[in-house]
């Protein structure tokens, strides 16, 4: 029996691996056009976008959505 979690794309990923892959698909420029959050659009930088993921649980859902719809449209 296949373990439902599996299929969830998030399995496994960190979210400093999910925004690293988002930054390599769209750029910081784009990203910021499609979550437009200061992190993102002023000054971006993986260290300060995951300090502000960690403690925003709407960004991070924001993120998490669009790295399942890059998985979908790749």
Same mark, same amino acid.
Request: aromatic share 10%; net charge positive; proline share 3%.
């Given at each position: 029996? /296949? +373990?439902?979690? !599996? &299929? +969830?794309? =998030?399995?496994? &990923?960190?979210?400093?691996?999910? =925004? /690293?892959?988002?930054?390599? #698909? *769209?750029?910081?420029?784009?990203?910021?056009?499609?979550?437009?959050?200061? %992190? #993102?659009?002023?000054?971006?930088?993986? &260290?300060?976008? =995951?300090? #502000?993921?960690? /403690? !925003?649980?709407?960004?991070?859902? /924001?993120?998490? +959505?669009? *790295?399942? *719809?890059?998985? &979908? %449209?790749?």
């Amino acid at each position: 029996m /296949k +373990d439902s979690a !599996t &299929k +969830d794309p =998030l399995h496994g &990923k960190t979210l400093e691996m999910i =925004l /690293k892959e988002l930054v390599e #698909f *769209y750029g910081w420029e784009q990203l910021g056009n499609m979550i437009t959050i200061r %992190c #993102f659009t002023h000054d971006p930088s993986i &260290k300060s976008s =995951l300090a #502000f993921l960690r /403690k !925003t649980s709407w960004a991070r859902t /924001k993120v998490e +959505d669009l *790295y399942r *719809y890059m998985i &979908k %449209c790749r």
